[in-house]
């Protein structure tokens, strides 16, 4: 089953991750889900969107804006879904658990925060 996002949530999405970013806050998946009102399979179509992202993100050697999405959870780490995505795209090796993720986490993180991403992106 191929999930798609539509162009305007797309822009949405990337709209909140840039107001995250320049803010230097995370975003709960719930979060974002409620605020672009995706549609049923709101949380699969919201996870294949960040990991498209990584990809761009990875591809053109920049820190994975889909970083700043976290669980709800007491953890304020994002599902393990993103640590395999990262480490599919070279970025991340190891558990998606502990405290090796969560260290790449806050340093990726911090990356984020700190880089400048085109608007055309």
């Given at each position: 089953m191929s999930l798609r996002i539509t162009r305007q949530s797309w822009q949405a999405l990337l709209t909140?991750?840039?107001?995250?970013?320049?803010s230097?806050?995370?975003?709960?998946?719930?979060?974002?889900?409620e605020r672009l009102?995706?549609?049923t399979p709101?949380?699969?179509?919201?996870?294949?969107?960040l990991?498209?992202?990584?990809?761009?993100?990875?591809?053109?050697d920049r820190p994975l804006r889909s970083a700043l999405v976290i669980s709800q959870g007491v953890s304020r780490m994002p599902r393990s879904g993103f640590f395999e995505c990262a480490s599919r795209l070279n970025?991340?090796?190891g558990p998606s658990d502990g405290q090796a993720a969560a260290s790449w986490h806050a340093a990726e993180v911090a990356r984020v925060f700190e880089f400048n991403y085109p608007e055309d992106v």
């Open positions: 909140e991750l840039e107001s995250a970013r320049k230097r806050h995370l975003l709960t998946y719930r979060a974002l889900i009102a995706l549609p709101a949380m699969q179509t919201l996870v294949t969107a990991e498209y992202l990584a990809a761009l993100d990875a591809k053109a970025r991340f090796c």
